[in-house]
C-alpha cells in the first residue's frame, strides 16, 4: 500500500478537491466523527474511475458517501479515502415519466422535481433525508412503499471498474437493502406515473405533516434500527423502559423510542454505545435481535 503522506500529490493530479484531515462530524447528520485521511468530490465519471484505479493499484481503503444521514463514523476517523459525489452526479433529467437523477442528488430534490412535472410514485420519500443513490442501495421506504419499486435501471461503477447499467430484473431488492452494496451506483432512472399535480403537493404536505408531528427535529440519523419480523423496533425499545434514557452526549428520543438523538458536541462512541446497550437490553427483555439499519464505519 502507499504511504497516506504520498497520495496527496497523486490525488491532486485527479481532481483539485481534496481535503486532507477532514473532519467528518461536518459531513454526518449526527454530527459526530473522527477525520477522514482525505476528503475527495469527484464531479465526473473520468475523475471517479481515474480514482477508483487509484485505490486498486494501491490497496487503498475508500468509502463512498451519500447524504451522511444514515451513518456513524468513529471517533479515531476513516483511514484512506472519502469519495463525494459532486459534479454531474447531481444532475436530474425529466423524460415523459422517466427520472434520470445521479446519485449525489438529494432525494427531496428528485421528489420536488417529480411533484413540479405532475409524476407520482415518490411521495413516500417525502422527508426522507439522504441522497437518492443512498435511498437505492438502502432500498429507503416506509413499509408500505420502497423506493426499489420505482426503479426501471441502475447506473454503476463495477467492482472491476467498468461501468455499467443494471436493469431492474438484475437488481434486487429487499426490506432495507439490495444487492447493489458492492458497487459505486452513479445514477438511477426511476419510472413513475402521470398524476394532477395539486393532488401530488397534498399528498407530500400530509406526509410531512405527519412525519413533522411523529418526528424529533435534533441531530440524528433517522431510526436507528430495522423492525423484527411481526413487531416494531420502537415499541420493544419502549417497552423495555428505554425511551429518554442518555449516555453521554446521545440519548434516545422521548418522541420515538426509535430515534437516537446527538448533543452538540457528542462523540460517536456515545451512539454507538447507546446502539449496543438497547440491543443488549431488549435481547435481554425480549430474546428479539434488533438490527442496525444506520451504518458505522471507521476506527477507534
Sequence with gaps: ????????????????????????????????????????????????????????????????????????????????????????????RVEDNIIHAGAGCLLSKVVNIAAK???????????????????????????????????????????????????????????????LRKYIVINVELLLTKRDFLCIINTINSILKKRQNAQPKERGAGSIFKNPEGSSAWKLIEDAGLKG????????????????LADKGAKADDVIGLIEYIQERVKKDYGVELVAEVRVVGGN
Design 1 to 92: 500500500m502507499i504511504q497516506i503522506a504520498g497520495l496527496l500529490p497523486q490525488l491532486l493530479q485527479i481532481t483539485p478537491r481534496v481535503l486532507t484531515q477532514e473532519p467528518m462530524s461536518k459531513h454526518t447528520s449526527f454530527g459526530v466523527g473522527g477525520p477522514a485521511d482525505f476528503f475527495v468530490t469527484v464531479q465526473n465519471r473520468d475523475e471517479l474511475e481515474r480514482l477508483w484505479q487509484l485505490t486498486q493499484r494501491y490497496n487503498i481503503p475508500f468509502f463512498i458517501l451519500g447524504g451522511g444521514t444514515n451513518l456513524v463514523v468513529r471517533d479515531g476517523g476513516i483511514r484512506g479515502l472519502i469519495i463525494k459525489l459532486g459534479g454531474e452526479f447531481t444532475s436530474i
Design 245 to 260: 434514557m442518555r449516555m453521554g452526549g446521545a440519548y434516545i428520543s422521548s418522541m420515538h423510542a426509535n430515534f437516537i
Design 117 to 179: 412535472n405532475g409524476l407520482s410514485g415518490l411521495e413516500f420519500a417525502a422527508g426522507i433525508p439522504g441522497t437518492i443513490g443512498g435511498a437505492i442501495v438502502g432500498n429507503a421506504g416506509t413499509g408500505m412503499e420502497y423506493i426499489g419499486d420505482r426503479v426501471n435501471q441502475v447506473g454503476v461503477l463495477s467492482p472491476n471498474g467498468n461501468f455499467e447499467v443494471l436493469s431492474r430484473n438484475i437488481v434486487e431488492f429487499s426490506y432495507r437493502n439490495s444487492n
